[in-house]
């Protein structure tokens, strides 16, 4: 089976820019949630997402939104990106309790 | 404050020493504790769940251990493959029927040869 699929594996983009990740969970799982994780630091809860809708949101600025589409995959957007945006970004799918990580996506802003 | 405390931030041990990593949380319910391991650039990969206090798991070389204020991982004869950084997250109860994870700063593992 598949694991959890995030796209791209890394993104160079501009201060003011934005950006679009994407996420694909393993079949069968429903929720999908977005960590940030900053360098030397575990990884920070962004959003929750469970049958397409919004269940929880971690202390992140406006700049950031998300949504589940139909097929349970996933996009998060940051808008306006700053300096300190650059970061891991991860998805996870979950069933049961088990949270099952992406390899994450890198975002460097220059 | 920090809701969960990893300790120590880095760890070295020769091949065969045995060490324990430590994870102390604060939160008022506890629904679960998640151990997960992290390569360099690479996603947590899931180790193990502990959802009350005495519950014990192990796999291969690792043992993790809950009591109402912290967990340990114990690690048995380490190889190098070990080489890891080891993240503990707590899970809390809450009534709006959702939770999320709340890591650590995890602990840094070297094993040398």
């Known amino acids: 089976d598949a694991g959890v699929t995030q796209s791209p594996t890394h993104l160079i983009k501009t201060r003011g820019q934005h950006v679009t990740l994407r996420c694909s969970p393993i079949?069968?799982?429903?929720?999908v949630s977005w960590y940030q994780q900053v360098l030397g630091q575990g990884p920070q809860f962004i959003f929750q997402?469970?049958?397409?809708?919004?269940?929880g949101r971690g202390n992140f600025p406006d700049r950031f939104s998300a949504r589940q589409f139909p097929n349970y995959s996933s996009e998060l957007n940051v808008n306006a990106l700053l300096l300190g945006d650059s970061a891991l970004y991860l998805c996870?799918?979950?069933?049961?309790?088990?949270?099952?990580f992406g390899s994450g996506t890198r975002l460097t802003v220059v | 404050e920090d809701q969960v405390t990893q300790s120590p931030e880095a760890l070295r041990l020769q091949e065969g020493e045995s060490s324990s990593l430590n994870c102390s949380y604060t939160?008022?319910?506890?629904?679960?504790l998640f151990w997960y391991r992290q390569d360099p650039g690479k996603g947590p990969e899931f180790l193990f769940t502990?959802?009350?206090a005495g519950e014990e798991k192990e796999k291969e070389r690792l043992k993790a251990t809950l009591t109402k204020k912290e967990s340990f991982l114990h690690i048995t004869a380490p190889k190098p493959e070990d080489s890891a950084t080891y993240l503990c997250?707590?899970?809390?109860?809450?009534?709006?029927?959702?939770?999320?994870?709340?890591f650590g700063k995890g602990t840094m593992l070297l094993v040398s040869p």
């Open positions: 996870a799918s979950s069933l049961d309790n088990r949270y099952t």
């Open positions: 997402y469970y049958e397409k809708e919004e269940r």
């Open positions: 939160v008022s319910g506890l629904r679960g």
């Open positions: 997250a707590v899970q809390e109860r809450t009534g709006s029927g959702y939770s999320t994870l709340t």
């Open positions: 079949s069968g799982h429903k929720s």
């Open positions: 502990l959802y009350s």
